[in-house]
T-cell receptor, first 115, second 115 residues
Framework: NAGVTQTPKFQVLKTGQSMTLQCAQD?????MYWYRQDPGMGLRLIYY?????TTDKGEVPNGYNVSRLNKREFSLRLESAAPSQTSVYFC?????WGTGTDTQYFGPGTRLTVL | DQQVKQNSPSLSVQEGRISILNCDYT??????FLWYKKYPAEGPTFLIS?????DKNEDGRFTVFLNKSAKHLSLHIVPSQPGDSAVYFC??????????????FGTGTRLKVLA
């Protein structure tokens, strides 16, 4: 039982390049999320998918797009990377969305550096 | 505007003693509070939560106390063990106009338990 997996673990991009961060969960969860963590700041929600077929913006969606490919997979795309997107990105999933106390299960993170 | 604040970036405690991690918040409308623990190179894992209508919740060595009048919560770990060394995030959930919840994370406190 792998839980939440993310690829790649590390990535270095040049400004303007694009890339997709992949996330998959094997817990049959309905909801999935993308967060970023920056020094001195808490985890901030980029996008979420409350259920398969739906996606919504979180707190900091600018510069990102997402795709809920199926129930298992939720990808995050940077179309034109900027240095301000240098961060650690976490994918998470939960059984359901929005109860207020739903436990989120996090992946190990992707450390992205944009030069 | 940091609605959830963890003012101590780090804390060192001797093994066997009590660890107290603190969290302050500004929004009295938060419904639930959650604590997550994060080891290096791993994603955060859920530890314990408390409803805003409670003042205490206990789970084994972990107890969370909520003081609503002070807008303050704390996580007590007794006794502290070296394996508790990690970064601890406080999070709060807030209901939205759409009837779901959003989560706001603090910046984390790094706990080091000394053997």
């Amino acid at each position: 039982n792998a839980g939440v997996t993310q690829t790649p673990k590390f990535q270095v991009l040049k400004t303007g390049q694009s890339m997709t961060l992949q996330c998959a969960q094997d817990m049959n969860h309905n909801s999935m999320y993308w967060y970023r963590q920056d020094p001195g700041m808490g985890l901030r929600l980029i996008y979420y998918s409350a259920s398969e077929g739906t996606t919504d913006k979180g707190e900091v969606p600018n510069g990102y797009n997402v795709s809920r490919l199926n129930k298992r997979e939720f990808s995050l795309r940077l179309e034109s990377a900027a240095p301000s997107q240098t961060s650690v990105y976490f994918c998470a999933s939960s059984l359901i969305w929005g109860t207020g106390t739903d436990t989120q299960y996090f992946g190990p993170g992707t450390r992205l550096t944009v030069l | 505007d940091q609605q959830v604040k963890q003012n101590s970036p780090s804390l060192s405690v001797q093994e066997g003693r009590i660890s107290i991690l603190n969290c302050d918040y500004t929004n009295s409308m938060f419904d639930y509070f959650l604590w997550y623990k994060k080891y290096p190179a791993e994603g955060p894992t859920f530890l314990i939560s408390i409803s805003s209508i409670k003042d205490k919740n206990e789970d084994g060595r972990f107890t969370v106390f909520l003081n609503k009048s002070a807008k303050h919560l704390s996580l007590h770990i007794v006794p502290s063990q070296p394996g508790d060394s990690a970064v601890y995030f406080c999070a709060a959930s807030l209901s939205t106009d759409s009837g779901t919840y959003k989560y706001i994370f603090g910046t984390g406190t790094r706990l080091k338990v000394l053997a």
